[in-house]
């Protein structure tokens, strides 16, 4: 395991024992067997730290979203699918509690979560679009890393910017408005 990974694993304990306000650097890096330097290597403060541990999310929420995502049929579908998950729980459970306890210090903390979001996620989605080339959904030639990230991108952008082309509360309406704009580019 890396150095990066025990120490998100270390955060994410942390947090659920702890709480943000509680959980401080030294007890992570202790937690995870590292020092504080050797942390500070790796995340430049307390909140890119946990809004990284916060990103990975459960688990549980990893394995529903790639069957729900992976059981949709086309890539609207799928990118609607994951829209209308991530309206309901962004960051996974431990976020969404930790919201609700420590409103403030989790909004503080989540500032940096775009720093960390585009290049974790987007492995999501180059699984799900190399899935789609396998069934022939989007083109061969298709830079799956560069088409994850620009994805990955726009489902943040439905579900955190306000708009009226689209009803972001309906799966319909985010599906039509998809498969209007984004199946083109990657047909």
Do not use: N
Request: charged share 25%; glycine share 8%; proline share 4%.
């Amino acid at each position: 395991m890396s150095t990066r990974d025990r120490l998100l694993d270390a955060a994410e304990r942390c947090l659920r024992r702890d709480g943000i306000r509680r959980t401080t650097v030294g007890r992570v890096a202790e937690e995870a067997g590292v020092s504080r330097s050797g942390l500070y290597l790796h995340f430049p403060d307390k909140p890119t730290l946990l809004s990284a541990a916060l990103i990975r999310r459960d688990e549980a929420f990893w394995a529903e979203a790639h069957e729900r995502v992976g059981s949709a049929e086309g890539m609207a579908a799928k990118v609607a699918e994951a829209v209308v998950m991530s309206r309901s729980s962004p960051l996974g459970p431990l976020a969404l509690e930790l919201r609700e306890s420590e409103p403030q210090a989790f909004a503080a903390v989540m500032g940096t979560f775009a720093d960390d979001i585009v290049p974790g996620l987007a492995g999501f989605w180059e699984h799900h679009l190399e899935l789609a080339r396998s069934a022939g959904e989007v083109r061969a030639d298709l830079d799956l890393a560069g088409a994850a990230e620009w994805i990955l991108r726009v489902v943040i952008s439905l579900v955190a910017v306000p708009g009226v082309a689209v009803d972001v509360g309906d799966r319909a309406s985010v599906r039509a408005y998809l498969q209007t704009y984004l199946v083109p580019a990657l047909t």
